[in-house]
């Protein structure tokens, strides 16, 4: 059974940083993708970033860029969120997803992942 384990969560303030981590279990994955999504009450699961995990690519949403970064442990097996100069509307719950096959765009769709974490909450304070 897979699964991902995420941690990093918390309360911060606006401005502030935090990292997020996540590692799949269970399985052995090659040449997969990994993401990131947030999601708030009454909103969809929002795309945040995502990973290729043989080739290293990353993409992230224009509402993170320049202040976020995804990016990988191959050794670890373990995919990162680093999290700059939050602002109060990045509080959301944030999800570690994994897609298994492999694509040759960055997939920015949840529905095409398979495996899901448990999520991870992150406040940002004013």
């Known amino acids: 059974q897979v699964q991902l384990v995420e941690s990093g969560g ?10 997020l981590s996540c590692a799949p279990s269970g399985r052995t994955f090659s040449g ?3 993401g990131w999504f947030r999601q708030t009450p009454g909103k969809e699961r929002e795309f945040v970033a995502v990973i290729m995990w043989s ?7 224009d509402s993170v860029k320049g202040r976020f970064t ?3 442990d191959s050794a670890k097996n373990t995919v990162y ?3 700059n100069s939050l602002k109060v509307e990045d ?3 944030y999800y570690c997803a994994l ?3 492999g694509s040759s765009y960055y997939d920015t769709r949840s529905r095409s992942y398979d495996y899901w974490g448990q999520g991870t909450q992150v406040t940002v304070s004013s």
């Open 70 to 72: 995804i990016s990988r």
């Open 91 to 93: 509080t959301a719950v």
């Open 10 to 19: 918390g309360l911060v303030q606006a401005g502030g940083s935090l990292t």
């Open 81 to 83: 969120l680093q999290m």
């Open 99 to 101: 897609k298994p096959l």
């Open 55 to 61: 080739s290293g690519g990353t993409y992230v949403a």
């Open 32 to 34: 997969h993708a990994m």
